[in-house]
């Protein structure tokens, strides 16, 4: 069904490159990322000399959201995909994509990360075995690779002007440093152990700064009164007090968890495109929690 609504798709795409594509389309060099968030970082290395196309809106579900075909034809007009890597949704539409467009460049930003598999997501009272973490843009040390890959990526597109994306990619990299280390000055202070956290898309922070991410949603889904029961449980032993939820995913279990613990419900957006700030924020609310 998919790849027959794809072939309609494609023959639309070629017919509406034939016909409507302006001289001025084609003038910008565009290239797609998955979420806003790396928008931030294609836009900061690339500088004016690429527009950034971004495939899922933040109102969009990272787990789940399927493009529209409008969005595809946008996708198809890109020099090259910068894909996370590990998204669900990227390992459904990539390849269709990739056999859409063969002309498309696709770079894997999540290359020579050391990835988070399974069994370091720990759901309260087990341990959950399943596929690798795709969150790898919510922690300054693995946002450094994606960025060293992305001026790779960038330097293959347009060599001619590697000298400007390096320059650019420098201070990028300072400017995560700084991310970094604020973030361990505001965590050091506070004695913080960990939080929960109803869609665990904070491991690879927690595993950056020594801190606990106990996951409330069970595979995918709202747990169980049984897993519930052994969350307050975890949660009391741990003395953990922060309950971290987006506003892209359900949250009634978490309320409940946080008025049984007396714990503080913290909404963050995990696509915020203001990520510098972001990142600062999630640590200060983890720090204000354990100091209360
Ligand atoms: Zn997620």
């Given at each position: 069904m998919k790849s027959r609504i794809f072939i309609a798709i494609l023959?639309?795409?070629?017919?509406?490159?034939?016909?409507?594509?302006?001289?001025?389309d084609s003038d910008v060099r565009t290239v797609t990322v998955s979420i806003l968030p790396q928008k931030t970082f294609v836009t900061a290395i690339a500088g004016d000399k690429f527009r950034v196309n971004v495939l899922i809106p933040e109102e969009g579900n990272h787990e789940t959201y399927e493009p529209t075909s409008k969005q595809?034809?946008?996708?198809?007009?890109?020099?090259a995909y910068f894909a996370l890597g590990h998204l669900d949704f990227e390992q459904n539409w990539l390849r269709k994509l990739a056999q859409g467009y063969p002309e498309m460049k696709i770079f894997n930003t999540a290359e020579g990360?050391?990835?988070?598999?399974?069994?370091?997501?720990?759901?309260?009272?087990?341990?959950?075995?399943?596929?690798?973490?795709?969150?790898?843009w919510l922690s300054p040390s693995a946002v450094k690779i994606q960025a060293a890959n992305i001026l790779n990526g960038l330097i293959r597109l347009d060599a001619g002007n590697s000298a400007y994306y390096t320059e650019n990619y420098n201070s990028f990299i300072r400017m995560a440093d700084s991310v970094d280390s604020e973030i361990r000055q505001i965590l050091e202070k506070s004695g913080a152990g960990g939080f929960m956290i109803y869609h665990p898309s904070l491991g690879y922070f927690a595993r950056d700064y020594s801190l606990q991410q106990i996951a409330i949603e069970q595979e995918g889904k709202e747990p169980s009164p049984t897993y519930m029961k052994a969350l307050i449980d975890t949660a009391r032993i741990r003395g953990i007090n922060t309950i971290f939820v987006s506003s892209q995913f359900s949250t009634r279990s978490a309320h409940t968890l946080a008025n049984q613990l007396n714990a503080d419900v913290v909404e963050f957006n995990p696509v915020d495109p203001d990520w510098a700030g972001s990142m600062i924020t999630i640590a200060r609310r983890i720090a204000e929690a354990s100091n209360k």
């Open positions: 023959t639309f795409a070629v017919f509406a490159a034939c016909t409507t594509t302006s001289e001025k595809m034809m946008e996708t198809g007009k890109s020099e990360l050391d990835l988070i598999t399974g069994e370091e997501i720990v759901h309260g009272d087990h341990v959950h075995q399943g596929g690798i973490d795709p969150h790898i």
